[in-house]
T-cell receptor, first 114, second 112 residues
Framework: AQSVTQLDSQVPVFEEAPVELRCNYS??????LFWYVQYPNQGLQLLLK??????LVESINGFEAEFNKSQTSFHLRKPSVHISDTAEYFC????????????FGQGTTLQVKP | DADVTQTPRNRITKTGKRIMLECSQT?????MYWYRQDPGLGLRLIYY???????NKGEISDGYSVSRQAQAKFSLSLESAIPNQTALYFC???????????FGAGSRLTVL
């Protein structure tokens, strides 16, 4: 079985500052890892994913995450945030087997202040 | 039109009432899911279906049932709603690899 822990429930940050949203997972098998974003009053959208290959993955809007197998982490980072990045961010994990289900963390609310 | 459509978007009901939340998708995906979102708890899986004849319980299926009427339709029912089922419900789909989920906009249910 897999589980996900997002270490911060809320992260307040000023605009143009860097940010890191932390995610740790546990699993006894190889995993796929994901970050989803939920803007206010909307559904979840995929932000980025790690399936295999390079451990550093990037999104089109400047976020990146690094898969660290030894530390079982998949932290999300952005060097300079914008007001429009204000949202709730969910880390998720699933086993790489074909019948795996996606398990979500508790969510981290990123509040970007002007 | 949205790839995954949920109806209703908002519903207020009373304890003991039967409620159905409907989900339809145009992605052509075989896999469909129902999740529940509660503040501080993230999303928890209620039921999932890998094809029309394959329905499975998730981590919190008690008090819920589902029906997969067709590849494109997956409905969630609360036979007798209770207040602690007040939540935001999401339907999602994925392809056979199941690696990426496409979510609907959500159905907010309030049980009084």
């Amino acid at each position: 079985a897999q589980s996900v822990t997002q270490l911060d429930s809320q992260v307040p940050v000023f605009e143009e500052a860097p940010v890191e949203l932390r995610c740790n997972y546990s699993s006894s098998v190889s995993v796929y890892l994901f970050w989803y974003v939920q803007y206010p009053n909307q559904g979840l959208q995929l932000l980025l994913k790690y399936l295999s290959g390079s451990t550093l993955v990037e999104s089109i809007n400047g976020f990146e995450a690094e898969f660290n197998k030894s530390q079982t982490s998949f932290h999300l980072r952005k060097p300079s945030v914008h007001i429009s990045d204000t949202a709730e961010y969910f880390c998720a994990v699933r086993g790489s087997g074909n019948t795996g289900k996606l398990i979500f963390g508790q969510g981290t609310t990123l509040q970007v202040k002007p | 039109d949205a790839d995954v459509t949920q109806t209703p978007r908002n519903r207020i009901t009373k304890t003991g009432k039967r409620i159905m939340l409907e989900c339809s998708q145009t992605k052509g995906h075989d896999r469909m899911y129902w999740y529940r979102q509660d503040p501080g708890l993230g999303l928890r899986l209620i039921y999932y279906s890998f094809d029309v004849k394959d329905i499975n319980k998730g981590e919190i299926s008690d008090g819920y049932s589902v029906s997969r009427q067709a590849q494109a339709k997956f409905s969630l029912s609360l036979e007798s709603a209770i207040p602690n089922q007040t939540a935001l419900y999401f339907c999602a789909t994925s392809d056979d690899r199941g690696a990426v989920l496409t979510f609907g906009a959500g159905s907010r249910l309030t049980v009084l």
